[in-house]
């Protein structure tokens, strides 16, 4: 079973940058797509951006494009969120999630056809 750790958020002014990292343990990191989804409590988890496990197809939800960039390096089990410019409503508990897969380049966008994640980083925004 692989298990994941987000790391990278914190506090930062609008306009500023952060970029998450998110660390897997485990045999199957590199053939699983992953994932970048946040939550803001009373809303629902949301997916911020998705790469497939070949890293060669990327997802990025509108409200990032352009501003947000996810990236991963299967050598060191990591996948990478880079977020700039950042906005007060990107404010939320981001979570990194990881999906079992046979298709090299498939990414998923919907938040239920995942199947293991982490206990996520906070990144706050302020105005």
């Known amino acids: 079973q692989v298990q994941l750790v987000e790391s990278g958020g914190g506090l930062v002014q609008a306009g500023g940058s952060l970029r998450l990292s998110c660390a897997a343990s485990?045999?199957?990191?590199?053939?699983?797509?992953m994932g970048w989804f946040r939550q803001v409590p009373g809303k629902e988890r949301e997916v911020v951006a998705a790469?497939?496990?070949?890293?060669?197809?990327?997802y990025d939800t509108d409200s990032v494009k352009g501003r947000f960039s996810v990236s991963r390096d299967n050598a060191e089990n990591t996948m990478y969120l880079q977020m700039n410019s950042l906005k007060p409503e990107d404010t939320a508990l981001y979570y990194c999630?990881?999906?079992?897969?046979?298709?090299?380049?498939?990414?998923?966008?919907?938040?239920?056809?995942?199947?293991?994640w982490g206990q996520g980083t906070q990144v706050i925004v302020s105005s």
């Open positions: 999630e990881g999906r079992r897969t046979i298709n090299r380049n498939s990414v998923y966008t919907a938040k239920n056809v995942y199947d293991y």
């Open positions: 790469i497939s496990r070949s890293g060669s197809s990327t």
């Open positions: 485990g045999p199957s990191f590199s053939t699983d797509a």
